[in-house]
Structures are given as C-alpha cells and as structure tokens.
C-alpha cells in the first residue's frame, strides 16, 4: 500500500508548497477519528534525506501540536541528513529535534518508523513518548561498516538495528507492527488511553463490565510452591474492562510488564513483576522500563496500578559495574515524583529494596492493598534463618524458616503498622482496585516550585 494511502486525508497542510519529501498537517486517524498534528516522511523522495527544509517542516508540525494542543504523529523513514545540503541540513535535524523535544510532557509524542532511520534522524525515535515500528523498519546511529571498521564484527543492517532488536533488546520499539497502516492502528489504539495534552484527563470510556464484578478466577491463580510462576498477565486481564489491554515493550525486560488498560472505563497504567522471567527480579532494564513507564503515565494524568511480586534486584558483579545503583534509582525517582492516583497490589513477594521501588507506602502510593498470600519482608526465610541462625544444624534451620514464614511473611504484620491499607480476598480484587481509584479521581498535587528535578537520567 502506497504510504499516502496509509493515512487518512490531511484536513489542514502545513508547508504544503515546500520541495521535499515531508508533508505535514491536521490529519484523522482511524477508526477513532482522532484528531492529530501528522508529520510524513517519504522514503522515496531522496531515499529520505532530510533536508533543511525537511526539518524546518518537522519543527513547524511540532510547533503546531503544542499551539493546538493535540498530539504529534510523524512517519519516519529517513537515510540521515542531507549531504548536498551539508551543515545546512544538519542544523535543521537540531531545529527539528528541540521543537519535538518541546512537546514532551505536554502533548504525546508518537513516532511510526516503517523504513531506515539513520544517524540522526534516528534519534528522533529517542525523543517520542513510543515508537511503533514495522518489520521492515531498521534504525541505528552508527551502521555496519562504522562498525566493521571501528571493532572488526561484521553486522547486517538488521543485526544492528532491526525492528527485532529494538523490541527486545534496546527498548525503543514500544509496539511492532506489520506496515504503516498497522503501525498507525496501533498508534491510534495508544493514542486511545491518552488525552490530547497536560491539561486535560484521559477520556473515559463507557463499558458493559460492571465496577463490581468479581474475579474469583484469581483465588486460584497463584502456585502451592513459593517458588512457582505463573503469568501475571492473567491478573491484568482479570481486572482490566472485558479482559482487554495493551502491554508495551512486551519483548524488552520481560520480568516487568508495563500495560495500559481500562478499569471501569477509566484509563490505566500497570506495572508488574512477571514471575514467568527471571522470577520476576529487577535488572537496569527492567528499572529503566518501569521508570519510562512510570514518567509517561504521570505526564498525561493516567492513574498507576503496581502489582507486586518480586524477590529483590538480581544480583551480580556487571549488573553493579553497569550501574545498578545509578539505574535502580531512575525507578524510585519515577514513582516518587509521580503525582496521579497510585494503587499498589501485593500479590506475593515483596522483599527487600525491591518492595519499597515497587511503589510501597514508603513510596507515596495512595492506596495499598494485598493479598492474603503476600510476603512483606526484608527477604525471604531461609536468607534470614542463614544470617539470624547460622550455626545451626540444618535441621534446626529447616524448623527456624517455618517459624519464621509463619510469624514475619504475611501481609498482616504490615498491616499492623499501617504499610498496607487493607488485605484483601483476590476474589475482590477488580471491586478494590476499582472502588480506590474512584476515590482518588479527584486527586491533585501541588508541584514544588523549582526548574525541574535533577534524577538519575
């Protein structure tokens, strides 16, 4: 499908008289007939090198998003600044890159990459609040035979930056998509969850699936062992309206899941441990995922929905030379700067560090609830029937760690000391998720007067 007919008829042309191969304007998408400032890069037009005038277009698109106050779509495929033209086009992919920067937080930022985007260019997917990517879309800053020639491995271009790298290992690709008209349905669906600017609140949809509908199905999601796994997306379909939701970064850091969906029609952000990977434990990825995350919901008012069940940060020497500290951080600045309604849920584990960055009370959160099966500890029995009994025989220890399971991890001893609000039956889980955020839809925080925070980036 030719990529004009990919997307709906411009209402409005910005720069329609200019040369190139970028086309700007107030444009529908569909089938929800979204109104969006759209920004179309043709990749058949100088193979997409982009212009000084090029990206004056992009500058002007993004200028106009954030005077109408509507959300940014552009469709980029791009083989990198324009040559011919030299420092000139170098200078308007800066001009284009600081008008998309002006946009972020204040209108959303959806980046459709369906061709290369090289060099530049491709850090323009860096800046969107999400990418969608096609399975032809390929991005890098640097290509193979940079590569090649600065550390002798030989890479394809989609080794080094294909749509499946950067779904699962760079994190840039949020969602992935078959050609531009599904990226631009997925786009749309995103779009869905989210209001036009700051200013406003994500738009409430009406749903058949009442508030008060139980979930009896979750009573018997969790395994006999401690030790098991299970998908915890099932716990996410449960509450979500008619089991509908959208994961984001699914392939990236699989043992955290980021998902938005509709609890009684109103739009919400989950964050969750996935035992199913890696036990559900936190790494840089998984900490810097759920800190984008965290920060993309909060900058457009979408409430924060946390379930917990993770044993603590994995351990290891790269991780700690990488900057675990440094990384593990961006999560706690995240959630502790976040000013929407927060629910926490504990629906097993919460050990350690691990359970106060998973938004505990200790964090701000509004609201926590838990499941009888939880386990709010500093870690687990065994780890402290070795550091609290170690001179034991292994007998002895064996009948320490069920005492001390019995006695210290249980939901209960937290909720003596107020860290957790109420224990619930996970039966009522959708009806107490649902019940906190109507009482916390009026929720408004006064933001401390300063330039911006300073976090560990």
């Excluded at 029995?381 to 220890?397: F, M, N, S, W, Y």
Aim: hydrophobic share 45%; glycine share 10%; proline share 6%.
């Amino acid at each position: 499908m030719p990529l004009a007919a990919s997307i709906q008829a411009t209402q409005l042309s910005l720069r329609a008289g200019v040369p190139g191969g970028t086309r700007a304007g107030l444009t529908v998408l569909e089938p929800s007939g979204r109104k969006v400032v759209s920004v179309t890069l043709d990749a058949e037009v100088r193979r997409g090198a982009l212009s000084n005038s090029d990206s004056e277009t992009i500058a002007a698109a993004a200028g106009m998003a954030l005077q109408q106050r509507l959300p940014l779509v552009v469709v980029l495929a791009s083989s990198g600044a324009d040559v011919f033209e030299g420092v000139a086009s170098l200078d308007g992919w800066g001009k284009a890159a600081k008008a998309m920067a002006s946009c972020s937080g204040i209108v959303p930022v959806v980046v459709v990459s369906y061709g290369l985007a090289l060099s530049g260019p491709a850090l323009l997917l860096g800046l969107a609040d999400a990418v969608v990517m096609t399975t032809e879309a390929v991005a890098y800053v640097s290509g193979p035979a940079a590569v090649a020639q600065l550390t002798g491995q030989h890479v394809t271009s989609a080794q080094l930056g294909g749509q499946g790298v950067h779904a699962r290992q760079s994190g840039v690709a949020a969602l992935v998509a078959d050609d531009v008209e599904g990226a631009l349905d997925a786009a749309d669906c995103l779009l869905s969850y989210l209001p036009d600017h700051v200013d406003e609140m994500p738009p409430r949809r009406a749903s058949r699936d009442p508030a008060w509908r139980t979930t009896p199905q979750l009573r018997d999601l969790l395994p006999a062992s401690p030790t098991g796994s299970y998908d915890v997306r099932r716990v996410v379909e449960a509450l979500a309206d008619d089991g509908e939701f959208l994961e984001l970064r699914s392939g990236w850091a699989p043992q955290l899941v980021t998902a938005l969906c509709h609890v009684d029609g109103r739009p919400v952000g989950v964050v969750a441990n996935q035992p199913q990977s890696m036990a559900g434990t936190l790494d840089i990825a998984a900490s810097q995922k759920g800190a984008r995350f965290v920060a993309f919901c909060d900058a457009f008012n979408v409430p924060l929905l946390t379930l917990v069940d993770t044993p603590g940060f994995m351990p290891g020497k790269d991780l700690e030379w990488r900057g675990m500290i440094r990384h593990g951080a961006q999560l706690v600045f995240s959630y502790a700067q976040a000013t929407v309604p927060r629910v926490c849920l504990i629906l097993r584990k919460a050990f350690g560090g691990a359970y106060i960055v998973m938004d505990s009370k200790g964090m701000g959160n509004d609201v926590c609830l838990a499941w009888p099966s939880a386990q709010v500890a500093v870690m687990g029995a065994a780890g402290a029937v070795q550091i609290l009994h170690r001179r034991e025989d292994p007998e002895t220890q064996a009948l320490l760690a069920v005492d001390y399971e019995a006695t210290y991890l249980n939901p209960y001893v937290a909720a003596e000391r107020g860290f957790v609000d109420s224990v619930i039956d996970p039966a009522d889980t959708r009806v107490a998720v649902a019940r906190a955020l109507d009482l916390l839809a009026t929720k408004r925080e006064r933001l401390a007067a300063r330039k911006h925070g300073n976090g560990p980036l």
